[in-house]
């Protein structure tokens, strides 16, 4: 099968594979339909992040048609079609009964990797594992888009507004301009925001915001954002703050934007080994994020909010290429040409 396997940073190329097997009782082999590449993606490809040369990629994100399951998996047969998340938690631990299942008590490889090939070895997909109802052909392209955001930046969105505790009547500022922050826009208006200020300088990814919600552009980084952003609230800052990139200057931005005693959902992972917490604490500013709780998002929302057209989160994805043009699906992103490099597999 092919596979996409990454040789040094501004390099990624598809080689013949073996098939993935199943090696647990719980593993479920997926046969990709659609998948993406991701922003996180991005930091291997561009070097920022350590990876073996030659070796598989990090690519998270499918839907696909179940081909085979394990012994263990009872939620699933050969042929459902389905959403792979990419946190794999249990449905029964503290964490997940909390809706926090990107912290899974039970399972050590709670994340997935592999997702830009033919087939993929999703483990522990007993509860993760997500139904659509039907099969890939009933749906069309723009509904096999967003449905394909439920695998990560739809509900890593929607995990930032609901851990900054949007609330009806919020105003809201959205840190960063990419799929995760234009999907951010999309939750925060879902959970009642009345005002919702997304910061971009990039002219496409400006109307996407406004077309998902946004009620104004902040175009300034660093400080002069953070001054335009208080311009805006009359000096109050913002209830909460969506952080959706995970730079040093991007938390700085959404720790400077809230108002005293507002919440900050922190999404982008970070890469910043240190942070001064000093102005936090005076200011009463609480900061709650992490991995997504993909699976409890689009089982109790998200995927009916999809399916019933209430959303359109597959505007992110701004162009479209073949999994043999996997290289280049990564370079329009890495290029600023995409937002979001939508990648047709079968």
Not at 180 to 193: D, E, N, Q
Not at 309 to 318: N, R
Request: hydrophobic share 40%.
């Amino acid at each position: 099968m092919k596979d996409t396997i990454f040789l040094k940073p501004g390099q990624v190329v598809i080689e013949d594979v073996d098939m993935p097997k199943i090696q647990a009782l719980d593993d479920v082999i997926i046969r990709v339909v659609r998948a993406c590449v991701c922003g996180s993606d991005l930091w291997g490809y561009r070097g920022q992040d350590q990876m073996a040369p030659h070796s598989q990629n990090t690519g998270h994100e499918a839907i696909g048609v179940v081909e085979q399951v394990g012994e263990a998996i009872t939620t699933l047969i050969p042929g459902d079609f389905v959403i792979a998340p990419f946190t794999h938690g249990c449905g029964h631990c503290a964490a997940c009964r909390a809706g926090f299942e990107g912290g899974c008590l039970n399972h050590e490889d709670n994340f997935s990797a592999g997702s830009q090939a033919q087939y993929m070895r999703y483990q522990h997909g007993e509860w993760s594992l997500i139904k659509i109802p039907g099969k890939p052909e009933n749906y069309s392209e723009e509904m096999l888009k967003s449905l394909l955001t439920l695998a990560d930046v739809m509900a890593t969105g929607y995990h930032a507004a609901r851990v900054a505790n949007v609330k009806p009547g919020d105003t809201v500022v959205v840190v960063g301009d990419g799929a995760v922050g234009l999907c951010g826009i999309i939750s925060a208006k879902m959970r009642g925001a009345k005002r919702i200020i997304a910061m971009s300088r990039h002219e496409d990814r400006q109307k996407l915001a406004t077309d998902f919600g946004a009620t104004d552009i902040v175009a300034e980084r660093g400080n002069a954002g953070v001054e335009k952003v208080m311009a805006l609230t009359n000096g109050e800052g913002a209830d909460a703050v969506l952080e959706c990139v995970g730079t040093e200057q991007s938390v700085d931005t959404a720790i400077k934007s809230g108002r005293p005693g507002a919440t900050i959902g922190r999404v982008g992972v970070p890469h910043n080994p240190e942070m001064d917490l000093t102005p936090v604490f005076f200011r009463n500013t609480i900061i709650a994020g992490g991995p997504a709780s993909v699976t409890t998002y689009d089982k109790k929302i998200l995927l009916e909010a999809v399916l019933k057209g209430e959303i359109h989160p597959g505007k992110v994805f701004t162009k479209t290429f073949k999994l043999d043009d996997i290289n280049a699906a990564y370079q329009a992103m890495d290029k600023r040409e995409a937002i979001k490099s939508y990648v047709v597999v079968d």
